[in-house]
Each structure stands twice: as C-alpha cells, then as structure tokens.
C-alpha cells in the first residue's frame, strides 16, 4: 500500500478542486482523498485514480495530426481559417484524450470560419404564447424564486443573462451531454444520430463559438478535459444501452415536448385580471411497448446516485412535470405513468471508478401527490405575483426580492460576483451594463 511521491492538496488546490470533487472525478471516498492529502497509505489503484485526475497523461503535442478533426487551413488576410472536419467513426474509449483542435495563435474572425453547420435538434413544436392577461410560470421560475429571490429579480424579473455563459463547469457538461442525447431520442420517421458522433459537434461547436477572439493554453486544456469526460460518459452510456435493453420496450412519441396547463384562472396583478398558466419541457415523452403507457425521460448528468435516488419521491421537478401531463388529461384516458429518471455519472470510467456509472429509475406519482403540487403551485405562484407586483410600484428589491446566499452559490448563479455589491454601495448596476444582457426567459421553451 503506497503512499503519494506528490503532493495531493497543492495540486488539488491549484486545480481549484474541493475534496469533493476530486474524490467525484477519481471514484473514491472523500475520507480517501482526505487520507491521500494528509500521508496515509492508499490503495495502488486508489492512488493511481488520484494521480489520473491530478496528473493527467501529456497532451498530444498540437503540431502533430490530429485524428479527431482535420484542420484545413486557408489564408484570409491575416488570419487563417479553420475546417474542423467531423469524423466518420468515433474513436473507441482507448483514444479519447485528444485535443479538441489543432492549435493556431488565434482563431479567425472571418465570417467564412465556420466549424459546421449547426445541428437542427427535432421537437414536437409549439411554444409559449404570450398574451395579454396571462401569466406564465414554470418550475424553473418557482424553483429559483424559492431558493433565491434576489436571482428571481435579477433572472426573471429584470431577465439579465451573462452576455457569454462559460463553455466549462457543471452546467456546460450537462448541457453538451443533454443536446447529444436529443439527436438519439427521435419519433419514428426521423434517423436517430449516434450521440457519440452528435457530441463531437457541439463540442466543435462551443469550442468555435468561444475561442473566436483567441484562447490561452490554460484554457485549452480545461476545455479538453471536460470534453474528454463527456465523451467517456456518453461512449460508456451507449455500451449501457446495447448490454442491458433499457430503451428496448420504448417508442419515443416525440422530443423537446413543450406543455402548459392553466393553475389559477380568475387573480390578479397589478389590479388587472390574469390567468396564471404553469409550463414545462419534457426532454422525451415515451410509450411503453408492452402496456402502451406513456411516461416522459428526463436527463441527468450526476456526481453520484446514492443521493439523487433518495430525493426522488419529493423531486418537485419530475412532480411538476407528472402534473402537467396529468393536467392535460384529466378523464386519465391517455395517463402518464410518471417519469423515468435516466442518469449519466459524471466520471470517466477508470479502472479504480467504481461501478455503476448509469442507472434509470421509474417515478411514479399517484392523484394524491398530484393533487398536493397542485395546491402548492398555486400558493407559490401567488406569491411570485405579489413580490411582482410589489416591484412594479417601486418598492425596494433589497427587501422584497432579498437574497439567500448557500453553498449552491458559487456554481449554480450566475449573479454570484455583483450580488453583494446590492447591499454595499457598489455601482452594480454599471457592471450588470458591462457583462449581462436582457433576453426573454421563456426562450428556452420556445421551438428552436
């Protein structure tokens, strides 16, 4: 049993990794790395899963081929134009540390440097219609404006959004892996795409995107680890389909599934009459094959299942979602049997990561659970009403919309940096100028 010829917290630390974190990435316990950190005995594979995360193999030297993209290069001006060319095969889990892209000093601003075309990613269509006199709300805005109003105000509310969101962090990982997973769960009448070969395109996507102004090493290779994790995640996922049949008693109805029903029908804002109307996206209604019942799949990318598993009776999400579909019909002649949790681990599968690494759990909900979100809905979104309302005769945001700062901040807002700078005298609203715009929420639930 070895004990670490490195130094496991410096390295952490320099990496900006918790001990969280570092024991997600290696598979192993908190206590381990802890033990790991402070000159305990581990392991050979425990220590060799740290020494993976911490001390990743060389990157391949950027002047070599590159087999993942051919980069062809023309010159316009001063600047040469990139062809990332998107393989016809997806490399095997052996070679999936490769650099996203041959290295130049900076990446063109050429109108004609485009990677590739963007995928069209399928939907059942339709999309909030906003109209006069209605109220729309969605378990996104209820759950933000439980948890922090000050990011209500800011998100919703006011509808600031940085101007360009990070392509690295938690979201970003979720994001990418979520798209690829949309181009597989198709209807009959379309192709499904290998995700595997779909990811590779968003990866090349974002990666143009946010290095059109040039790019540092430092950010490179971050970029590359993330994406190396993606596509171990959704190579594995792939290999976890073929070997268990999870989607094999599945027909996908339709992806993208936009749905909104109405909670109040007779309030009101501002003086007004209004009908409030709740909404929400299911990332796959599907129908069971052996009974013909539909259930919808919702996607997500874990740091591990014991916890999300355990939280899954009360998760208001799949409960708002099961609502919904309860809601559009109410005879239950057509009834949804409730969600299937699908989740990929965020891990790349070491030798020392422990297995499982993907697990679908079905959850149900029965008409008393239902009808227990509905009432809660309703109350919540009566008070999203009255701080709206509040608002909107200029009472002080710092004491209706006020904060609730937790653990969650640091990677989960978006608004961390400027929210204290509300309540010291800063000149917040010059920076919100600089690095926010304004944009329309309900976006995301729009037909793309």
Same mark, same amino acid.
């Given at each position: ?180 997973? $949309? ?63 999870? *989607? ?51 996607? $997500?990318?874990?740091? *591990? ?12 999400? @799949?409960?708002?979602?099961? @609502? ?23 891990? $790349? ?23 227990? @979100? ?75």
């Amino acid at each position: 049993m070895p004990i670490a010829t490195f130094d496991v917290r410096a390295l952490r630390e320099q990496r900006g990794l918790s001990r969280k974190r570092l024991a997600d990435l290696s598979g192993l316990t908190e206590s381990r790395v802890w033990g790991a950190e402070n000159g305990k005995q581990l392991a050979a594979e425990h220590l060799e899963a740290i020494r993976h995360v911490l001390l990743p193999e060389p990157q391949i030297d950027p002047d070599s081929p590159n087999p993942l993209f051919d980069a062809t290069r023309e010159s316009t001006g001063s600047n040469p134009v990139v062809h990332p060319v998107i393989p016809d095969s997806i490399p095997d889990e052996g070679s999936l540390d490769l650099p996203i892209l041959t290295l130049v000093e900076q990446l063109p601003t050429h109108p004609e440097a485009q990677s590739v075309e963007p995928l069209s990613i399928p939907t059942a269509g339709g999309g909030p219609e906003r109209r006069e006199g209605v109220r729309l709300i969605s378990n996104s805005e209820i759950m933000t404006f439980k948890q922090c109003r000050r990011k209500w105000w800011l998100g919703w509310y006011r509808g600031l959004e940085l101007k360009k969101e990070s392509p690295i962090g938690a979201r970003a990982v979720g994001n990418r892996v979520h798209r690829a997973l $949309k181009m597989y769960y198709v209807p009959q009448g379309y192709t499904p795409m290998d995700p595997r070969l779909a990811l590779e395109r968003f990866i090349t996507e974002d990666w143009t995107y946010h290095t059109q102004e040039g790019f540092t090493a430092e950010f490179q290779k971050k970029y590359d680890q993330q994406a190396n994790l993606e596509r171990a995640m959704i190579a594995g996922y792939v290999d976890w389909l073929a070997n268990t049949g999870e *989607d094999a008693d599945l027909d996908v109805i339709a992806p993208e599934t936009y749905i909104e029903a109405t909670i109040i029908k007779d309030t009101e804002l501002n003086h007004q009459p209004i009908e409030v109307r709740m909404i929400g996206k299911l990332d796959v209604r599907v129908q069971r094959r052996t009974d013909g019942v539909r259930m919808f799949i919702d996607h $997500k990318t874990v740091s *591990d299942f014991v916890q999300k598993a355990r939280l899954l009776p009360i998760d208001e999400q @799949m409960l708002h979602y099961h @609502m919904l579909e309860w809601l559009q019909d109410p005879a239950n002649e057509d009834r949804c049997a409730g969600a299937l949790y699908n989740m990929l681990r965020k891990v $790349k599968r070491t030798p020392a990561a422990k297995p499982p690494f993907y697990e679908r759990i079905p959850v149900p909900h029965n008409s008393y659970e239902i009808n227990s @979100m509905l009432r809660r809905v309703v109350s919540e979104s009566e008070d999203i009403l009255d701080v709206q309302e509040a608002l909107d005769r200029g009472d002080d945001p710092t004491a209706v919309a006020y904060p609730n700062p937790g653990p969650d901040c640091t990677w989960k807002c978006d608004f961390i940096g400027v929210c204290p700078m509300f309540d010291d005298g800063s000149r917040v609203e010059a920076l919100l100028e600089e690095y926010y715009r304004v944009h329309d929420p309900l976006e995301y639930y729009e037909e793309k």
